[in-house]
């Protein structure tokens, strides 16, 4: 029973434009949000977080942002950069349990 | 700052032989995690270390596997004996408190034929 969803598993995305990778998420404790990125040989690298007392959190270029009455959580990536090619992982995790519950990834590439 | 080391980065075992995997995590880092990949699916929780004890083993898929962290710092991961499904792609992750930014290390692929 998979808990996070990625239901995408490859978006193409033109240089410069708005990326938007999406994941829904079926367990209602979950409050704790995050998003990973993985290069090829590499472990995943924390990208963004949100907990679920927000609706959005920006850092730089990344946006995420959390519906929670849908149970649905998305990262915007803009301008997209050819160096954000790569697999992104959203993750959940209910607050103060260590443990997170990763989606499938979702292959994106960065057309120049 | 030294990363997360694991190695050895690529295994290729028979089925029924053992296999004993290592993660150095980051100095000073009591949490450490170890979490499995299998071909295209998501990467799915192993267990939980702080310093030597196991906080949260729940996601050991079977008594084939053995974890241990002695003195609180490496941690082994060993496969005994190896199935085929088994073959992943293995990650040690360490933080220093409660944080959710863990350091992944690059992984440990692992092929049982």
């Known amino acids: 029973d998979q808990q996070v969803k990625q239901n995408s598993p490859s978006l193409s995305v033109q240089e410069g434009r708005i990326s938007i990778l999406n994941c829904d998420y079926t367990?209602?404790?979950?409050?704790?949000f995050l998003w990973y990125k993985k290069y090829p040989a590499e472990g995943p690298t924390f990208l963004i977080s949100?907990?679920?007392?927000?609706d959005k959190n920006e850092d730089g270029r990344f946006t995420v942002f959390l519906n929670k009455s849908a149970k649905h959580l998305s990262l915007h990536i803009v301008p997209s950069q050819p160096g954000d090619s790569a697999v992104y992982f959203c993750?959940?995790?209910?607050?103060?349990?260590?443990?997170?519950?990763f989606g499938t990834g979702t292959r994106l590439t960065i057309i120049p | 700052e030294a990363g997360v080391t694991q190695f050895p980065s690529h295994s290729v075992i028979e089925k029924g032989q053992t296999v004993t995997l290592r993660c150095d995590p980051i100095?000073?880092?009591?949490?450490l995690y170890w979490y499995r990949r299998v071909m295209g699916k998501e990467i799915k929780f192993l267990l939980h270390?702080?310093?030597?004890?196991?906080?949260?083993e729940s996601g050991m898929p079977n008594n084939r596997f053995l974890a241990e962290r002695t003195g609180g710092t490496y941690s082994t991961l060993k496969v005994q004996p190896a199935e085929l499904e088994d073959s992943g792609v293995y990650f040690c992750?360490?933080?220093?408190?409660?944080?959710?930014?863990?350091?992944f290390g690059s992984g440990t692929r692992l092929t049982v034929v």
């Open positions: 992750a360490s933080s220093q408190d409660h944080s959710y930014g863990y350091t």
């Open positions: 367990n209602s404790m979950f409050d704790y």
């Open positions: 949100i907990s679920s007392i927000k």
């Open positions: 993750a959940a995790t209910n607050f103060g349990n260590e443990k997170l519950t």
């Open positions: 100095s000073g880092h009591d949490n």
């Open positions: 270390f702080v310093k030597e004890s196991k906080q949260d």
